[in-house]
T-cell receptor
Framework: GQNIDQPTEMTATEGAIVQINCTYQ??????LFWYQQHAGEAPTFLSY????GLEEKGRFSSFLSRSKGYSYLLLKELQMKDSASYLC??????????????FGAGTRLAVHP | ETGVTQSPTHLIKTRGQQVTLRCSSQ?????VSWYQQALGQGPQFIFQ???????GRGNFPPRFSGLQFPNYSSELNVNALELDDSALYLC?????????????FGPGTRLTVT
């Protein structure tokens, strides 16, 4: 089956570092995405991993271990505007040959002063 | 801004009615995917259109249907609306259906069914 798990909520302090974990089970893994979504808005792309290892992009980094079905998103130097939901999504290549995104329920991050 | 637009922004319908949501893909993108996002949940894949044909479908009943036009814009139609259809409907376009193509999301249509 297909399943993606991530924590429901996290809190952190402005200026700190937070790590959001994601575990997944899919049959046709073809890459993992992290999206940020502010309330009532569309998801915006943060990062993409298809090979094992760490991808760094400014204050955001994402890690992937395909053998463990595990990823994390690391946010450094947290700012108040980072308060949002963070969605882990796996690109799944179905038997029909098309790619679809399977999303987790999202992690709501609250950043406090 | 991703260049993907959706209309309308908000919509209120009554149970049993029908609704059509529209999506204009980013220039040059021939693939459009539709997602339903209920409150507090992640987006759920409804279906995908590639060059005017449906080429993949999630676990949604037949009353959810769609179209893609020659200019690659797309419509999502939902018949016999139910209360549980209340959600944010997102469309995402991509350059193709292959593995290397990122999906770009539109701002969504918030549908409320009363």
């Amino acid at each position: 089956g297909q399943n993606i798990d991530q924590p429901t909520e996290m809190t952190a302090t402005e200026g700190a570092i937070v790590q959001i974990n994601c575990t997944y089970q899919t049959s046709g893994f073809n890459g993992l995405f992290w999206y940020q979504q502010h309330a009532g808005e569309a998801p915006t792309f943060l990062s993409y991993n298809v090979l094992d290892g760490l991808e760094e992009k400014g204050r955001f980094s994402s890690f992937l271990s395909r053998s463990k079905g595990y990823s994390y998103l690391l946010l450094k130097e947290l700012q108040m505007k980072d308060s949002a939901s963070y969605l882990c999504a796996v690109r799944d290549r179905s038997t029909g040959g098309y790619n679809k995104l399977i999303f987790g329920a999202g992690t709501r991050l609250a950043v406090h002063p | 801004e991703t260049g993907v637009t959706q209309s309308p922004t908000h919509l209120i319908k009554t149970r049993g009615q029908q609704v059509t949501l529209r999506c204009s893909s980013q220039s040059g993108h021939n693939t459009v995917s539709w997602y339903q996002q209920a409150l507090g949940q992640g987006p759920q894949f409804i279906f995908q259109y590639y060059r005017e044909e449906e080429n993949g479908r999630g676990n949604f009943p037949p009353r959810f249907s769609g179209l893609q036009f020659p200019n690659y814009s797309s419509e999502l139609n939902v018949n016999a609306l139910e209360l549980d259809d209340s959600a944010l409907y997102l469309c995402a376009s991509s350059l193709g259906q292959g593995a290397n193509y990122e999906q770009y999301f539109g701002p969504g249509t918030r549908l409320t069914v009363t």
